[in-house]
């Protein structure tokens, strides 16, 4: 068995704490998160699973995948789902100048911000709850992070890894990652993209049985 850190060590989160990395609470609240999509069927299946056990979740998606499958992201809206940024393109920030990351960041913003005022329920809608933001593999530059910053965003980050998208974890393995290192607060890392599929369709129901047996309720981020 490949032998992987599912649970983000604590002196990483010292290092940045102006990221959110948990949310500090000592009730029963997990925070689901999916990146990368809407993807066809696999966002569709995500939010099925969800509805059966009344669960809800934050979403980071990807501008041109917004762009690409609108009724699907308005989808996840009506079903009470809170809406993240994911840059435009899954843009890598280490290989990316501060200006066009940024800019790219903020071409998403402005999908999320038209799709949810052109939706049927924009004025219960908060936009500002949609600047979250979370950088394509974790990873970008410092002076990025400020700038997104100033411009209101926060950067969400999280506690627990499902390597959910790595064809090397196996699927009981994927649910190990996250039931071994969850705790009240946590936030996990999931992925409704092609890619994960397989590792997500087998964990998630499983997950959502375990922590609903134990008490738990899975909230938004905002």
Same mark, same amino acid.
């Given at each position: 068995?490949?032998?992987?850190?599912?649970?983000?060590?604590?002196?990483?989160?010292?290092?940045?704490?102006?990221?959110?990395?948990?949310?500090?609470?000592?009730?029963?609240?997990?925070?689901?998160?999916?990146?990368?999509?809407?993807?066809?069927?696999?966002?569709?299946?995500?939010?099925?699973?969800?509805?059966?056990?009344?669960?809800?979740?934050?979403?980071?998606?990807?501008?041109?995948?917004?762009?690409?499958?609108?009724?699907?992201?308005?989808?996840?809206?009506?079903?009470?789902?809170?809406?993240?940024?994911?840059?435009?393109?899954?843009?890598?920030?280490? *290989?990316? +100048? %501060? !200006?066009?990351?940024?800019?790219?960041? $903020? &071409?998403?913003?402005?999908? #999320?911000?038209?799709?949810?005022?052109?939706?049927?329920?924009?004025?219960?809608?908060?936009?500002?709850?949609?600047?979250?933001?979370?950088?394509?593999?974790? *990873?970008? +530059? %410092? !002076?990025?992070?400020?700038?997104?910053? $100033? &411009?209101?965003?926060?950067? #969400?980050?999280?506690?627990?890894?499902?390597?959910?998208?790595?064809?090397?974890?196996?699927?009981?393995?994927?649910?190990?990652?996250?039931?071994?290192?969850? *705790?009240?607060?946590?936030?996990?890392?999931?992925?409704?993209?092609?890619?994960?599929?397989?590792?997500?369709?087998?964990?998630?129901?499983?997950?959502?049985?375990?922590?609903?047996?134990?008490?738990?309720?899975?909230?938004?981020?905002?």
């Amino acid at each position: 068995m490949k032998i992987i850190p599912a649970k983000t060590p604590g002196f990483v989160k010292t290092l940045f704490p102006n990221f959110v990395w948990s949310i500090n609470t000592d009730k029963k609240e997990l925070y689901l998160t999916f990146d990368d999509g809407p993807t066809p069927e696999i966002t569709d299946w995500v939010l099925h699973v969800l509805a059966e056990y009344n669960a809800k979740a934050t979403f980071f998606c990807i501008g041109k995948n917004i762009e690409s499958n609108v009724d699907i992201f308005q989808n996840i809206l009506s079903q009470g789902h809170a809406v993240g940024n994911h840059t435009y393109d899954h843009l890598k920030g280490w *290989k990316s +100048k %501060t !200006k066009g990351y940024v800019g790219n960041t $903020e &071409l998403t913003d402005s999908v #999320i911000t038209f799709q949810i005022q052109n939706s049927h329920f924009a004025e219960s809608y908060d936009l500002n709850s949609s600047k979250l933001f979370r950088p394509p593999y974790g *990873k970008f +530059k %410092t !002076k990025q992070s400020k700038k997104l910053q $100033e &411009l209101g965003y926060k950067i #969400i980050l999280w506690d627990v890894l499902s390597y959910d998208w790595d064809k090397s974890v196996s699927e009981e393995q994927c649910l190990n990652n996250v039931i071994s290192a969850a *705790k009240e607060g946590s936030i996990i890392v999931f992925h409704d993209s092609v890619k994960a599929s397989k590792n997500l369709k087998y964990t998630l129901p499983k997950i959502l049985e375990y922590y609903k047996e134990k008490g738990y309720v899975f909230r938004t981020l905002a």
